[in-house]
């Protein structure tokens, strides 16, 4: 009879125990430092079996909140600063390189290609906004040819996919492709920061907690090119009030952007410069 006994000293050892031994893979790696990790969190924080009950009840709730249309899982892991330690760990660039942060649910694939000077604000709704942006490698030479997706929310904070009966479709989202000097541009309009969704039970618990529930306005680009990897960013309006509160931890300084106003009417405009890192074997375009 092997040894059975179950205490509070040897909880995670009896448990990590029942893994296979022979089984390799990421998802063993990651089980035995998971229920160590569990075990000592409850050791430590000592749950009555109400308080262990009431936890259990918020991820029950967690699960049904979710969807195919709402994710409260993903928000979970974004309002807690997980994902974006994902995307920190996967992509941590050399300086001077443009850092990716979250991509989020927004983004949609089947975005329009348009010609450069294209305006993707498809209502005019809101304050005009020109965006020059600059595609070069670490050495300051231009990438001719990237490609360039972009999407934001509009002068209300809403994504065309957030309105279906409210925007046109694909409002406020373009694919360019970058010109010999690496460049590209285009019109819009300035897009507004928004609430994550509170009505869960995510963002229930964690507003209660005093979370900050709001993203600065910001502008998202996916930009791809063979040889490089794949830059997937924001870049957020420098004089947003919540910058430096963002509920997904998706400021960083390389990211923040000057929307300068034109002087003409509320009409601003915006220079920016991504920086690509040449891809490491495996990586790049995702
Ligand atoms: C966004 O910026 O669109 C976003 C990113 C992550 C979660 C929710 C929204
Ligand atoms: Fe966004």
Not at 80 to 88: M, Q, R
């Amino acid at each position: 009879m092997p040894d059975i006994s179950f205490s509070e000293r040897n909880s995670a050892q009896r448990v990590t125990e029942r893994l296979d031994k022979h089984a390799e893979g990421p998802l063993q790696a990651f089980m035995v430092p998971f229920i160590e990790h569990l075990h000592k969190l409850i050791r430590e924080t000592r749950p009555s079996q109400a308080d262990w009950r009431r936890a259990m009840e918020f991820l029950t709730d967690v699960g049904h909140a979710s969807d195919g249309r709402r994710q409260e899982w993903v928000l979970l892991s974004d309002l807690l600063g997980v994902t974006a330690l994902v995307e920190e760990i996967n992509t941590n660039r050399p300086k001077g390189a443009t850092p990716n942060t979250v991509r989020g649910p927004f983004y949609r694939a089947d975005a329009p290609r348009l010609a450069l000077n294209a305006n993707i604000s498809l209502d005019g709704v809101g304050p005009t906004l020109a965006v020059n942006g600059h595609v070069q490698d670490l050495d300051g030479k231009p990438i001719a040819g990237a490609t360039v997706e972009t999407w934001q929310a509009n002068s209300e904070g809403f994504y065309e996919n957030q309105q279906p009966d409210q925007q046109p479709e694909f409002n406020l989202r373009g694919i360019f492709t970058t010109d010999d000097q690496g460049c590209f541009r285009y019109k819009t309009v300035r897009p507004s920061g928004y609430a994550v969704p509170s009505d869960g039970p995510v963002g229930q618990m964690l507003g209660r907690l005093g979370f900050p529930m709001r993203r600065p306005a910001h502008l998202h680009f996916l930009i791809k090119t063979d040889g490089f990897e794949t830059i997937s960013t924001h870049v957020y309006d420098g004089s947003d009030p919540h910058l430096g509160r963002d509920a997904l931890f998706g400021v960083k300084d390389e990211l923040i952007g000057d929307f300068k106003p034109t002087g003409k009417g509320d009409a601003s405009t915006l220079d920016f410069t991504f920086t690509m890192v040449r891809a490491k074997k495996g990586r790049g375009m995702t």
